[in-house]
C-alpha cells in the first residue's frame, strides 16, 4: 500500500541529500549525460541527476560530480520522471497488482490511481485493499470507490460498504481521490461524500457520461474535478472551461486519444489541463499497445511537442492530483522515479529506476512478483440453477408472432442508445433475432446465489450464433451473457461456474474459447504473459462467430452500467439512465426521447 508520506524522505535522508546536494558527500548513483525533463520549465536541460538513497539529491551540469558508486549512462537520451495513471481499475487488467507491475512499471508507468471498484463490490473494503498493496515498484494510490453498492434501489449487488467507511478512507494516507461516481444522482448520500472529499482535499474523480450544459453543469457544481469521458474536442474544452481536468482515456473500450490529438488547433487552449489514463485496458492491449507510453507516442504522432506529452503523463497529473512534492517531478527531495529514453517519438526506456533501484531494462522487469494473496479471494461465483426455466424467459403477449422490444445499441465504445426492435415469438418467448443482430442480454447474480436475473436485448455484438459470458458486470460483478440462443447462454454461464469466474465463449454446445479469472472473478495470478495469451485467443474465438468488437469481452461489461446513457442493465431489470428508473422491456409504442445527442458510429 502507497501511503503518501511514506514516500516522502525521513529526515535522516534529508540530512543525507543536503550533504549530497551540497558536494560533501558522494552520492549513491548518477544518472550522467541525459537532457533532463526540466521540473518548472518546458525545457530539455544538460543535467547529471544526483541520486542519494530512494530520491534525487540533485540536477547538476554534466560531470559537475565526478563519481558514484553507481553511474548510469544516459548520453544521448532524454531522462523523464515515471508515467502515472490518473484512473485505473486494475480489475479490468485481469491481473493482480504485482502482475500489472511487471508489465507496465518496464514500459515506464511507475504510479497508478486506482478505483477498485470491483474488488469493493465482491469482498467489500478488504477487497479495496487487496487492490492497494504489492511488493513489487508500482506505486498504487486509491481513488475510494462510493458505488458498493451504486444503487439501494436498482441492483441488488455483492458486498456493501457503509457510508462512514467510505468517507473515512477519504481522509487515508493512500488516498488521492473520491472514485467515480453516478453523474445521475442527484442524492443527499452522494452529495454529503462529494462534501467530505473536499474537507479532506481530495480531488473528486468525474465520469460525465456525454453531458452537456444543465446536466454537465449540475454534476460539476459538486466539486467534480476531472473527467475521463470527455471524447470530442468540443467535450474537452467544454469542461477545461469549468476548471476539469481531463484524463484523457486510452483503454480497451476506446482510444480517445484519436479524435483528441486530430485537431491540435482546436484542442490547443485544453493541452496544459491534460493527463493520461488507461481506465479499463486489459492484458492483452496493455503488452501489445503499451499503457501510459501509449498515450505519448500517440500525442507526438499527432503532432504534439514531446516535451509537452511527456509532461501530460508525468508533471501535468502530479501537480493537479497534489502528488508532485513524492513523484512525477524531476526535482531535490522527489522520489527517484525515472526512466531513460532514447527515441522521444518511440517512448520505450532503455533504464526505469524506481526509488532509486534500476528496475526494468530494455522492456523487461528485473523484478519478480512475490506477492501472496489470501485464500478468501478465490471461490467468490455462487451460481443459481442455470437450468431453472424462467431464468432467461422473456414472456410474449398470448398469440403474438412477433414483438417490439426497448433495446441498445452500442457505441463509441461503452456508450448505448435505446431503439426499438421487433423480434420473433418462440413458443410463447421473446427470441433473439442474430439476423438483425439483436441479441439476448442477462444479468446474473453471482453473489447470492438468489436466481435473480434482468433481461433485455443488445445490438452490436454482432454474433451469428453462440454466446459469450463474463463475471464481470460493472461494477457489481455480476455475470453479464450475451447470445444468440438460450441454450448457448446457459451452457456459457455454467462454465463461468466451473471456472471460478471469467470469461468464455461457447457454440454448437461447445466451449470455444476461455479466459480463466479465478482471483475474485476478475483476474488472474498467472503471469501476465498467460493472461493476454488467453485473451487473444478467447477474443479470436469470439470473432470467428461474427464478433465486429475487437475486445467483446471488456465490451460486454459495460452493456449493464446504468450511469451511461441510454439504457442499462442489473439483475433486477432495464433502466433509463436519465431517470434512473426501472422500464419494461416490452412496448407498445416507440422508446422515449433520451435527451442525448449521439454522434455516428460503431463499437
Known sequence: MTELTELLPTTAELVRLRAVAAGHVRPDVIVRGGLVQSPGTEEWLERDV?????HIAALTPWDHVAEASTEIDARGSHVVPGFIDTHL??????????????LSVARGTTTVLTDPNGSANVWGAAGMDVLLRTDTPLHVFQ???PTTPGSFDLERGG????EDVVRARLHDDVTVTLGETNPFDFGEISTGRFREALVAGRRITGHTAAQTHETLWGYLAAGISDDHNAATVEEVLERTRLGAMITVMGSSLTDNTVPLFADLDAIAPALRHLSFCADDKHAHDLS??????HHVRQAIRFGIDPQLAYRMATTQPAHYYRLDQAVGVLAPSRLADLQIIPDLAEVRPSVVI???????RDGAALFANTDELPDWVYGTVHLPDVQAPDLLRVSAPDDAATVQVRAMEMYNGYFKRAFTATLPVVDGEVAADPAQDVLKIAV???HHGEGLAGIGFVRGFGLRRGAIAITMNCPNMNISVVGADDASMRLAVEELGRMGGGFVTVADGEVVGRVPLPVGGMMSAAPFEETAAALAAGHAATHALGCRIPSPYIILSFVGLYAVPDLGLTELGLIDAATQRFVEVLLPGPVDAC????ADGGV
Open 50 to 54: 544526483l541520486i542519494a538513497g530512494r
Open 89 to 102: 481499475h486494475i480489475e479490468y487488467t485481469n491481473l493482480t497488482p504485482g502482475e500489472l507491475a511487471r
Open 143 to 145: 481513488q475510494v470507490s
Open 159 to 162: 458486498a456493501v460498504i457503509p
Open 288 to 293: 501489445t499497445q503499451g499503457h501510459i507510453d
Open 354 to 360: 524506481v526509488a532509486g533501484e534500476v528496475v526494468a
Open 444 to 446: 446474473i447474480d453471482r
Open 595 to 598: 435527451g442525448h445527442d449521439h
